[in-house]
Structure formats: C-alpha cells, structure tokens
Nanobody, 114 residues
C-alpha cells in the first residue's frame, strides 16, 4: 500500500525558509516522478515542483528560483526546500507520485506571515 507522509510545515516570516519532507512507503521514489503541490482555500491544487526518475526538475513560474525539489534515495524521501518565502506561498503542501495520482498524504501547512 502506497503512503505519503508530509512534514516540515509551520509559521515563517516573509523572506524566511522551510524544508518540507515527504516520506514514501510502498513505492520507490527513485523510479518514479514525484511532485509537490499546494492548495489554498477555494483554489485548485497546483503543481509547484516535480522530479523525474532521471533527475529532471521542473517548477511553476511562481516558485522558480526560490524552491528546490530533491530526494534522498536511501531514506525514500522527497524534499522541497523553500527560500525567500512570501505570504502568497501560504498553503497546504502535498506530495504525490504520478504513478498513483489519486493517493495523497495529509499535507503540511505552511504559513508565511509577519
């Protein structure tokens, strides 16, 4: 059974940084495309970063240059390093794998506020 558990969210001031983690079980992240999504109330979930099995990364225009997706194969964990955070980044962040698009974790809340 595939499970994705996100962690690392919290309250941060504008300009600050956070690193989110997504621990996966039931799937080997090395062999799969993994993505980080975020959602705010009243809006659809949006893809902000993706990492393919080959190591190719893509980012939405809104986070390009500020966020970085990576993985630790030994820990079967995907990370999202978020820098230069601004209030518009406030959202619940989820990870997902393209192989099982209907499986989502509980998400982790990121709040950017002074």
């Amino acid at each position: 059974q595939v499970q994705l558990v996100e962690s690392g969210g919290g309250l941060v001031q504008p300009g600050g940084s956070l690193r989110l983690s997504c621990a996966a079980s039931g799937i080997i992240i090395t062999f799969n495309t993994m993505g980080w999504y975020r959602q705010t109330p009243g809006k659809e979930r949006e893809l902000v970063a993706a990492l393919t099995s080959g190591g190719t990364t893509t980012y939405s225009d809104s986070v390009k240059g500020r966020f970085a997706i990576s993985r630790d194969n030994a820990k079967n964990t995907v990370y999202l390093q978020m820098n230069s955070l601004n209030p518009e980044d406030t959202a619940v962040y989820y990870c997902n794998t393209r192989k099982y698009p209907d499986i989502w974790g509980q998400g982790t809340l990121v709040t950017v506020s002074s």
